[in-house]
């Protein structure tokens, strides 16, 4: 129809206009969406746990109390070095014990590219039960209380992980007592492993060439037998 003069007509809207399910889609579309809620995975926390961080009190402790066993008193001499300050770190499971300048300049590497740093003394198992591993017995030997030698005709049944019997056993440290560590050397005072004395210095003399002195604990043929676990990135 024709418009008319003086007459003001209403301009109908475009959404009415095009119908109504047109303009409900039209408003749903223009409505922003909520944003996501990021929450914290179980995987996150895992990963949180495995980044490199110094050892909390507990941990700490653990660790004293492994080294001391084997060290005494000379753990002091580890923690509070007069040549280079050391601390101990936390890094997947495994503690390191290592210089504060590296420390500090692991810091500029990626957490999740970090596979190791400085010296690894042990680790902590699943049930976050902390021991020693091999990478401590540079750290042990050169500081150890008690020692034992063993003679040439048994030290490969030590590295394949067998306790020393009395057969073997070429010297041992005076006033050694029981269930003390120790560090067991080569009669050319290459240190080998370590383990914990099965009897004392005096019992040692008495007994029969079949008992156990030393139960072992770890060996240098791990390097070869557990090879995987040495290295992180094979397994990890």
């Known amino acids: 129809p024709a418009r008319h003069e003086g007459h003001a007509t209403a301009r109908t809207p475009r959404a009415h206009r095009r119908g109504p399910a047109h303009a409900a889609a039209s408003s749903s579309f223009a409505r922003p969406s909520p944003r996501p809620t990021l929450e914290r995975t179980p995987g996150a926390a895992r990963a949180s746990r495995r980044v490199m961080r110094p050892l909390e009190e507990s941990e700490i402790q653990q660790v004293f109390e492994k080294l001391f066993k084997f060290v005494g008193k000379n753990l002091k001499n580890i923690v509070d070095r007069a040549d280079q300050p050391h601390c ?122 079949s008992s156990i002195v030393a139960f072992h604990q770890a060996d240098v043929g791990e390097y070869l037998r557990a090879e995987d676990d040495m290295v992180q990135g094979k397994k990890e």
Not at 99 to 114: F, G, P, W
């Open 88 to 209: 101990f770190r936390l890094h997947k499971k495994r503690v390191y014990y290592v210089r504060e300048d590296i420390m500090k300049r692991a810091t500029s590497v990626a957490r999740d590219q970090l596979v190791s740093l400085g010296v690894c003394v042990g680790k902590f198992t699943h049930s976050d039960k902390f021991r020693l591993t091999i990478g401590a017995l540079e750290l042990l030997a050169a500081h150890a209380k008690h020692k034992m030698w063993v003679k040439p005709t048994s030290e490969m049944s030590f590295l394949y992980g067998n306790h020393l019997l009395k057969s073997g056993l070429g010297r041992i440290t005076e006033n050694t007592p029981a269930n003390q560590g120790v560090v067991v050397f080569s009669m050319s005072d290459v240190p080998l492993g370590f383990g914990v004395a099965a009897k004392s210095t005096q019992d040692c003399r008495k007994l029969d060439a």
